[in-house]
């Protein structure tokens, strides 16, 4: 039996394919909207699924640029096949409405990304999709949601913003025997530290915008599954349109050669930034799945190899003190996104989850006072200096 890779050399190595035409080292970069056949019977079976090839860039697999990227990520999830997309929001929008319909019922994760938020509170319910936000580091809580209409079961862990953490593996094997899907936001986790698939999940996606581009300069999403839910899931891609620009696939491929190392940086600094910032006086508490103190360690302990570089906290002095926090930042920027080489800072009460209702915001522990830190891969004292200059002027 073959010797399975090594993650690092994934990275590296998966999806590649040498240009058998000129030899290209790297994979190029299909800049084309559609794609020549040799004859009449060909395209026929290409667009009837017949035949495996290329027909058109909106229709998947896109370009042969995009199956680099989506194999390289299936692989790196352990998953069997993957599909790419013009922005995370994208790739969850093409989930949903591929495998949801008109009289189904779907239960998130109630702390989620604000713009889930709004897709799954605002527009899923005009299109007759029933959805509950339920609290799923809590598994009594998720086995009181279903519902016999219940078809899915999303999961954002480690949350954003809250980094509350659930248990995947107990919460895939619930849907499962109520016949619903188990999807898994992983985007905060990276495939490096977290494998959903592995625990069970159905599906697994993130944006590359965060760690998989990892230099926060594009936006992308992706998905990896089932061969069954991807062929579903293709679909909706050529009717939606939602497709990944091929430059930006080319630059997640060239990321996630070096997401292993960038993601252990990540995590390093994030672990050193926690632990000072949790023994710093003016800090009231620090959420870092990392961190003895996380309400769920364990569970992360067991699901996750590493704990990535995202981080909350909230100083004394409420919003004021955390708003005078985020103008003093000097190395960090005040911005909005994650997974950037550098340390990003943000205030999601009134950024990345704005949109969501104050009250909700408070219920479910997104609180006015909560600050939120992308911990970047620059040298750690650096980082900890900076803070610990903007924490002096609160
Ligand atoms: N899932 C998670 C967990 C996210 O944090 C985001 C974006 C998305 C999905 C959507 O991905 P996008 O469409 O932006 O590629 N999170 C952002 C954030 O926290 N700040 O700005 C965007």
Known sequence: MERELKFATKCVHAGEKPDPVFGAHTTPIFQTSTFIFENVEQGAARFSGEKAGYVYARISPNTPTHAVLAEKVAVLESGETGQTFASGMAAITAVVLSALKQGDHLISTDVVYGCTYSLFSEVLPGLGIDVSFVDTS??????????????MVFLETPANPTITVCDIREIAGLARAQGAICVVDNTFATPYFQKPLLFGADVSLSSCTKYIGGHADLLGGVVVGSRDFMKSLGKVVG????????????????GLKTL???MDRHAENAMKVASFLESHPAVMWVRYPGLSSHPQHEVAKKQMSGYGGMLSFEIRGGVEAGRRLMDSVRLCSLAVSLGATDTLIQHPASMTHACIPGHIRNKVGIKDGLVRLSVGIEDPEDIIADLEQALSKT
């Open 260 to 262: 292993h190392i960038r």
């Open 138 to 151: 809590g598994i009594e809580n998720v086995r009181a949601a279903f519902k016999p209409e219940t078809k």
């Open 239 to 254: 009717y939606t349109g939602g497709i990944m620009g091929v430059h930006e696939a080319w630059l997640c491929i060239r």
